[in-house]
């Protein structure tokens, strides 16, 4: 075989040779694929890429197990392009460039273009991410990243702009049914055994508990069928040691058991906060996600209650990605516990809301003339800033003077409410009225 500088017209596709079935079982062709109808079914836009073989750079974002390298190596199948696979852990980034200047090389020397697939994308930092770019505006190359983590935040702005992104979704408890029956029961690269091997509940029980990871469901059967003559509940349940808590990271169970979270915290219970906690990190939630979540709560149901919430909340993000899991997950029991015990209250989310709602119906209305700058002097003669009053010129920093459009001159947002801190805010907002009546009373 040539080397990667001999012209050789037949694809180079470097094949797996593995004694793993989730390997051996991997799909060849698209049809074979189970899952990602929204991607792969007939005439959409993936599949019409792939069989045109005009694939363009894209990444393929999914949870594990959703069939990113398997998408990508069916690519390679059936393009005409060679196939370039690396592992953004095993891999440097000084490797990789090197693997694309040879790729542009064999371009323009034999006009053979190459797909590169880089798994876990998302592990080059973003200075390393800027090396794939020259490369892709030129067109030398053909960039297939596969990523766990939402593009948006790992993946470099000007790289994202150049490709497509393509979301893989958690494979459902019936495709995972179909992938263990065909593993089982395929004499050439699969296990080659009978389907009376496995019960339809321990099938039923492996395709839940894998939160849609097909590599996850595989492992366990080929495991499962080494270790007993036939594959039961019973027998899955020893293998695993204990029953693996049921959780699927993108379906309904997510949504569960982060609204009991938001709930039990909103009703200041520390009990079922700390609790809801602990299940979603046994099911494998992404602490980040979690935390997120915690900062979101402390300005929607605490807010101006106790502003501390917000600062605690973020200063938990902050030692959670310096520590890690497992001691860094400590950090999101203290916020949870904190927000349960914190005074309560939703003033702040209700004013921007009801702000945001008249913005979206009333349009551009226009800012008032004495707030408006003027830094020039037509602006000036027209009456931008004429009888703005500067609150510093004024007792206690307080003026009576219209900030809201016509319009909407009378509208009240934001009230306090009586608890916690938001109560000497309370106390101010009464202050200032007060005052501000005296002063035209007077």
Wanted: charged share 30%.
């Amino acid at each position: 075989m040539d080397d990667l500088f001999g012209k050789n017209t037949k694809k180079r596709v470097c094949e797996d040779v593995s004694y793993i079935l989730a390997d051996r079982i991997r799909p060849q062709v698209l049809s074979e694929i189970i899952g990602q109808e929204h991607l792969l079914g007939d005439g959409k836009p993936l599949r019409k890429m792939v069989e045109s073989d005009e694939i363009s750079s894209l990444i393929l974002w999914g949870p594990p197990g959703s069939g990113k390298t398997t998408l990508a190596k069916v690519i390679a199948n059936v393009t005409s392009m060679d196939f370039l696979s690396f592992s953004a852990v095993l891999s440097s980034i000084k490797e990789i460039k090197k693997v694309m200047a040879n790729s542009e090389r064999n371009l323009y020397l034999y006009g053979n273009r190459s797909i590169l697939f880089i798994d876990e994308i998302h592990r080059f930092n973003k200075a390393q991410q800027d090396a794939f770019l020259s490369f892709i505006e030129r067109g030398t190359i053909i960039l297939i990243g596969a990523t766990t983590e939402n593009p948006s935040f790992e993946i470099i702005s000007p790289l994202l702009s150049r490709i497509q992104i393509f979301i893989l979704n958690p494979l459902e408890p019936e495709h995972i049914e179909a992938i263990l029956i065909r593993a089982l029961t395929d004499q050439d690269k699969g296990l080659g055994l009978d389907k009376e091997m496995i019960t339809p509940t321990a099938i039923e029980m492996i395709s839940n508990i894998c939160s849609g990871d097909a590599r996850y469901a595989l492992n366990l059967l080929e495991l499962a069928v080494k270790l007993s003559d036939k594959v039961t509940v019973d027998s899955i349940k020893e293998i695993l040691n204990r029953e693996r808590v049921i959780y699927d990271k993108s379906g309904e169970e997510h949504y569960n058991l982060i609204s009991a979270l938001h709930k039990s915290i909103r009703d200041s219970d520390p009990q079922g906060a700390i609790y809801w906690i602990a299940r979603m990190l046994e099911g494998g939630e992404d602490p980040k996600y979690i935390i997120r979540r915690l900062i979101r709560m402390s300005m929607e149901d605490v807010g101006l209650a106790d502003p501390n919430a917000l600062l605690i909340a973020t200063a938990a993000q902050n030692a959670y990605i310096f520590i890690g899991s497992p001691e860094g997950d400590i950090a999101l029991a203290e916020v949870a516990v904190y927000l349960a015990y914190a005074p309560k209250s939703n003033s702040l989310d209700k004013a921007l809301n009801n702000a945001r709602r008249d913005a979206k119906e009333y349009g551009s209305l226009p800012v008032p003339l004495h707030l408006r700058n003027a830094p020039t002097r037509l602006m000036k003669e027209i009456g931008y800033a004429k009888d703005y009053k500067y609150a510093h010129n004024y007792d206690d920093h307080i003026v009576n003077q219209q900030h809201l459009p016509d319009k909407l001159k009378d509208k009240i947002y934001y009230k306090p409410t009586e608890m916690g801190f938001e109560d000497k805010v309370k106390k101010r907002f009464e202050e200032i009225c007060r005052k501000l009546q005296d002063r035209e009373q007077s």
